[in-house]
């Protein structure tokens, strides 16, 4: 019956539509070496994609484009950039759901108070430096001027704290700033108070992406998704919010942000765009404080493609410039082809995994963080009773019946590596041993016979949510078909394939009971708080939705308190040995079933060049090339000013 009511539920929910989550051997010694992939097929590959295959296979390619150029950059070309999904609640940073593909976006049309560099350190880029106070708990941001949004509007101190707290009050956002209680700017300056120490910086886990994009104020105030009018933390009165609500005519799919494009048009859905043009008052232009000659480009047109095969043809048509993509299987097919240029990378990247809802019992810090007198049910209505996967045993005999090498050579050419946790090879907090359940089919069948106990279930019986993409549907068919050998009648999974539309939003508010996803990316461990905190695990409950960040809703003491040590002890050791500490929870808890780790490829025609090599102004060191998938656009130029062939 709960899960009658569970279904039923997320077919309404449904209606909160949000976007995409997860889409899709060493040299010899001679003059030409050779990649050899699971199938046995050898293909002879140019000694710089030969060293990058060497990068890959540590964990350490970064998607730099290594190609020598002795001409350019030239101006001009419109770029056709073919993306895996579309944007669910564009474009606001306090109401997007910002992943791969919409970053690509926010690249093009703003920019972020900091920058990851090529030395995988988050910096300064807006913003020109940040200084806190000896305890931690205040630091200002002096901010770059000279620097004016699309509309005219000036960056400055003002500008920037409307733009954070806007994140402070939105209910979707907000839990990224526990702990901060006061933002406000004055001249090129930001101020922050907070309650407890910040010392790796203020403001949310990520502050490259997400609530880190600057868009205007003059914008801002007219959406009607402004937290301002509609959330219950705003500082307005009631009167204010109705007064707020009643003007505001804006578009939020209309963004007005400060970077090297200026939006034109956008029109959402599979098979639709993005396009935004040169934008002449750019900050790093010939006019802008720095004088440099950025961009390049007339015009970019971000077109979205869902089915990898249909980008990928799309791209060898020439409908595209270049594509994305997290499809290894697609990308060993571009390995040793002349006719394009492959940048792989997965330094840094994201983990693939299968989420388990385990929503359940009593959330108490969240019940304490809303002052609550009495608890705070995670699961009221009981949608989620009848999932076995909250308890443990459910969750060990699923990992134990895994073969990941059989997997990762099956469906990803032997191109990726197993994971064993949510931090791969060459990140602060990897382990080769963290505890998590090998592959032992007997092991397996012991712990389901405990699972068929503690649930009370036989067959044991769950739902498996895919995308509807055509390869994930076929690669997560292939794990369902590792349980069923290892368990048999013992085990009953449904899979259920679901739009990119949907997918994520169902997630978020809690309406599973098992799905497959890609995420987690990112050069530092505290960009991954709000992901696995007990403060971001909400209650299931679509009659007061809820979109919660921890959306496996698990409940762990042990990587709260190891949190705590990476989001505010300035000690790298400490903060070392605090990851390693989350991700021994991982393994001893199985919260997740880990898969394998991504392997980004972008892929484009040879005329696009100096596709992810971005300079910071005022430093020796670049931008990180590619992490988790995103790039940036501003450098980009094509030959001879175009860029079709």
């Not at 569970?6 to 077919?11: F, G, M, Q, S």
């Not at 010694?29 to 990058?52: H, K």
């Not at 060898?316 to 792989?344: M, P």
């Not at 971005?614 to 995103?630: H, K, Q, R, W």
Request: with cysteine; proline share 7%.
């Amino acid at each position: 019956m709960a899960r009658t009511r569970l279904l039923a539920a997320a077919a309404t929910f449904a209606l909160i539509a949000v976007a995409c989550a997860g889409g899709d051997n060493a040299p010899g010694a001679g003059s030409e070496p050779d990649a050899t992939d699971a199938a046995g097929t050898v293909t002879t590959l140019a000694p710089q994609q030969a060293d990058v295959v060497e990068d890959r296979e540590a964990g350490e390619a970064t998607g730099e484009d290594i190609r020598e150029v002795s001409i350019g950059p030239d101006h001009g070309g419109r770029l056709v950039y073919g993306i895996e999904a579309d944007t669910a609640n564009p474009f606001a940073p306090h109401a997007a759901l910002c992943v791969i593909s919409c970053l690509m976006i926010m690249r093009a049309i703003t920019e972020s108070l900091y920058v990851t560099d090529a030395n995988g350190e988050i910096v300064p880029y807006l913003a020109e430096s940040e200084t806190p106070n000896d305890d931690f708990t205040e630091w200002t941001l002096t901010i770059r001027e000279g620097i004016t949004f699309h509309d005219g509007t000036p960056l400055d101190g003002e500008a920037v704290a409307y733009n954070i707290n806007l994140c402070r009050y939105s209910q979707q956002t907000g839990p990224g700033y526990l702990g901060i209680d006061n933002v406000w700017g004055e001249g090129q300056n930001v101020y922050y108070e907070t309650s407890i120490p910040f010392a790796t910086g203020p403001g949310p886990a990520s502050r490259e992406q997400g609530c880190g994009f600057m868009f205007s104020p003059a914008w801002l105030e007219t959406l009607p998704n402004n937290p301002l009018y509609t959330s219950p933390s705003s500082p307005l009165t009631q009167t204010e919010k109705a007064e707020g609500l009643a003007a505001a005519d804006g578009d939020p799919a209309a963004p007005v942000g400060l970077g090297a494009f200026r939006f034109v048009d956008y029109t959402p859905g599979n098979g639709n765009s993005f396009i935004a043009e040169r934008n002449p008052d750019y900050w790093r232009g010939p006019d802008g404080i720095t004088g440099e000659d950025l961009p390049y480009l007339d015009e970019i047109e971000f077109v979205v493609a869902v089915d990898i095969g249909g980008r990928s043809n799309g791209l060898r048509a020439g409908q595209f410039d270049i594509i994305h993509t997290s499809n290894a299987d697609e990308i060993a097919k571009y390995e040793g082809d002349d006719e394009f240029v492959l940048l792989q990378a997965n330094h840094f990247g994201e983990v693939n995994y299968s989420l388990m809802n385990v929503a359940s019992g009593q959330n108490r810090t969240l019940a304490a963080l809303r002052g609550l007198d009495g608890p705070l049910e995670m699961d009221p209505l009981g949608l989620n009773a009848a999932n076995p996967l909250v308890h443990l045993s459910c969750r060990k005999a699923l990992a134990h019946a895994f073969d990941g090498e059989r997997f990762v050579n099956e469906r990803h050419q032997g191109l990726v590596k197993v994971a064993n946790g949510p931090f791969p090879p060459g990140s602060v907090g990897h382990l080769e041993d963290s505890g998590y359940p090998s592959f032992d089919v007997d092991a397996a069948r012991a712990e389901l016979e405990q699972c068929k106990t503690d649930s009370g279930q036989n067959p044991v019986t769950f739902s498996f949510n895919t995308t509807n993409d055509a390869f994930n549907v076929e690669s997560n068919e292939l794990i369902i078909s590792m349980w069923r050998q290892a368990f048999g009648d013992d085990l009953e999974v449904t899979i259920q394939p679901i739009e990119q539309g949907q997918y994520f939003g169902l997630a978020l508010a809690g309406l599973f009971e098992m799905l497959a996803l890609r995420l987690h990316g990112g050069v530092d461990p505290i960009e991954q708080w709000l992901w696995w905190n007990s403060a971001t695990a909400l209650p299931v409950d679509p009659t007061v939705p809820e979109l919660a960040w921890n959306m496996g809703r698990f409940q762990d003491g042990d990587i709260d308190a190891a949190y705590y040590v990476i989001r505010h002890n300035p000690e790298p050791a400490a903060r070392q040995q605090a990851a390693e500490e989350v991700n021994r929870a991982f393994g001893r808890n199985v919260w997740n079933l880990w898969t394998h780790w991504t392997l980004w490829g972008v892929v484009a025609d040879p005329r696009v060049r100096n596709i992810t090599d971005l300079s910071i102004p005022g430093s020796d060191v670049g931008a990180f090339p590619v992490i988790a998938g995103a790039h940036h656009v501003a450098q980009i130029w094509c030959t001879d000013g175009d860029c079709q062939r």
